[in-house]
């Protein structure tokens, strides 16, 4: 495996996973996946299942894509790219199993939350994108941003709100340890996409 960082050859047409991954299964993309803690963990935990890490910032992309080749990872691959843009672009239509979006930058001033990725467009690509009944896993330590998250995650009315995903210690992110050592509270919220 030369590199499990993944160039689609048109940035404008929907992929074909399995353009993206060598075996078939189930697509879970873990959007913003910075240094790889979940991601590595589900790929190893959930062999059945293909993931799909996006995230921009490049030195972070290499770090995490040499781990997958040091571990042998080939149900996990990497997007250089913007998460919004990904999904409402180039994700087709109900071919993805779960989305998990931990600790997105949650833009707390008033004047910058234009910023946040979850708005009603993003939701409203997250729906077309999954698959029926498929979930989107959230988790943030800002008590405001996840009351915003709740909010429009169920003003649309698409999706439906469940007990969150359990997921052991090896499976948090660098954020998430990080707000736990300064004992800070973490808000987690499931969604399930109503059909």
């Known amino acids: 495996m030369d590199t499990a960082i993944f160039k689609p050859a048109d940035w404008f047409a929907p992929v074909r ?3 993206v991954f060598n075996t078939a299964g189930p697509v879970e993309i873990d959007v913003g996946c910075g240094k790889g803690g979940f991601l590595l963990w589900a790929a190893q935990a959930r ?13 972070r992309l ?6 997958i080749r040091r571990l042998g990872l ?14 409402s672009k180039v994700v087709p239509d109900g071919s993805v199993a779960a989305y998990h979006v931990y600790f997105p930058d ?7 939350q234009a910023h946040r990725l979850f708005q009603p467009e993003f939701v409203t690509a997250l729906w077309r ?9 959230v988790a943030t330590d ?15 009315g698409r999706f439906g709100e469940t007990i969150p995903e359990t997921l052991p210690e090896e499976a948090t992110t660098e954020f998430e340890r990080v707000f736990r050592q ?14």
């Open 129 to 137: 994108t999954l698959q029926p009944r498929g979930v989107v896993n």
């Open 106 to 112: 949650p833009w707390p001033k008033r004047r910058h």
């Open 47 to 59: 062999p059945q299942s293909n993931f799909l890490g996006i995230e921009r910032q490049l030195v």
């Open 62 to 67: 290499r770090k995490v894509d040499g781990k």
């Open 142 to 156: 800002d008590a405001a941003y996840d009351s915003d998250i709740r909010k429009v995650m169920g003003d649309q």
């Open 17 to 19: 996973w399995p353009d």
């Open 74 to 87: 080939a149900n996990a691959k990497l997007v250089r790219i913007e998460a919004g843009y990904f999904i």
């Open 182 to 195: 300064a004992g800070q509270p973490i808000y987690r919220g499931r969604f399930v996409r109503r059909d």
